[in-house]
Antibody, heavy 119, light 110 residues
Framework: QLQLQESGPGLVKPSETLSLICAVS??????????WGWIRQPPGAGLEWIGN???????YFNPSLKSRVSISVDTSRNYVYLRLTSVTAADTALYYC???????????WGQGTMVTVSS | QSALTQPASVSGSPGQSITISCTGS?????????VSWYQKYPGKAPKLIIY???ERPSGVSYRFSGSKSGNTATLTVSGLQAEDEADYYC??????????FGTGTKVTVL
C-alpha cells in the first residue's frame, strides 16, 4: 500500500529557502507511474496546488509560484523533495505530498507537515 | 489561474440531500472531464471521493455523486449523515499539466 510521509524544519525565516521531504513507501518512485505532487493549505484557507513531478522527470508548477519552486526526486532513497525560495509569511501553511495516479486525481496523500515562516 | 469558486458553507439535516457547486471557466472545468472532489476533516489529510467528474473510488459511499454542466461541477451528498460534516474541495485539470483547487465548502449537519 502506497504511503507518503512529509517532513521538514517546521520554522523558516523570511527570505530563506523552505525544503521539505516526502518519503514514499509501498512503491518504488522509479518504477511508479504516479505523478508526485505538493499541495499546501494556509491557516484558515483552502488547498493550493503547488506543482507536480511526472514520472518522466518533467515538472509543472502553479504559475503564481513557478519562479520560486522546484520539485525533485532521489530514487535511491525514494524521496520527493520540495524547495521554495525567498519565503514570506504568506508561505506559512500545512504542506502535503500527494500522488496523482490512475484515477486522474490525487488519490493518495501524506499527513502533511506544518511550516511557519517567521523571524 | 484563479481558484474555482465554491460556496463557503452548506448545511442540511440528517437524511436530506445537499449539493456543492464548483464553478470554474472554459479553461478548466468546462474543458476537461477531470474534476475530482476531496473530503477533509480538521487535522486530517484530504480523501478522494469523486474522480473524473462522477466516478467513485472503491470504498466511497454511494451517497456521494458528481456531475458537471458547462463550467460548473457539482457534488451531491444524499442521505446526509453526521459523519459527512467536513470540508469539501473540488479540483480541476487546467491544461498544460496544471491543476486548480476550489475555495472549499464547509458542510454542517444540523
Amino acid at each position: 500500500q502506497l504511503q507518503l510521509q512529509e517532513s521538514g524544519p517546521g520554522l523558516v525565516k523570511p527570505s530563506e529557502t523552505l525544503s521539505l521531504i516526502c518519503a514514499v513507501s509501498g512503491a518504488s518512485i522509479s518504477a511508479s507511474t504516479y505523478y508526485w505532487g505538493w499541495i499546501r493549505q494556509p491557516p484558515g484557507a483552502g488547498l493550493e496546488w503547488i506543482g507536480n513531478l511526472h514520472y518522466d522527470g518533467r515538472t509543472y508548477f502553479n504559475p503564481s509560484l513557478k519562479s520560486r519552486v522546484s520539485i525533485s526526486v532521489d530514487t535511491s532513497r525514494n524521496y520527493v523533495y520540495l524547495r521554495l525560495t525567498s519565503v514570506t509569511a504568506a508561505d506559512t501553511a500545512l504542506y502535503y505530498c500527494a500522488g496523482y495516479g490512475d484515477f486522474d486525481s490525487f488519490d493518495v496523500w501524506g499527513q502533511g507537515t506544518m511550516v511557519t515562516v517567521s523571524s | 489561474q484563479s481558484a474555482l469558486t465554491q460556496p463557503a458553507s452548506v448545511s442540511g439535516s440528517p437524511g436530506q440531500s445537499i449539493t456543492i457547486s464548483c464553478t470554474g471557466s472554459s479553461s478548466d472545468v468546462g474543458s476537461y472531464n477531470l474534476v475530482s472532489w476531496y473530503q477533509k476533516y480538521p487535522g486530517k489529510a484530504p480523501k478522494l471521493i469523486i474522480y473524473e467528474g462522477s466516478e467513485r473510488p472503491s470504498g466511497v459511499s454511494y451517497r456521494f455523486s458528481g456531475s458537471k454542466s458547462g463550467n460548473t461541477a457539482t457534488l451531491t451528498v444524499s442521505g446526509l449523515q453526521a459523519e459527512d460534516e467536513a470540508d469539501y474541495y473540488c479540483c480541476s485539470y487546467a491544461g498544460s499539466s496544471t491543476y486548480v483547487f476550489g475555495t472549499g465548502t464547509k458542510v454542517t449537519v444540523l
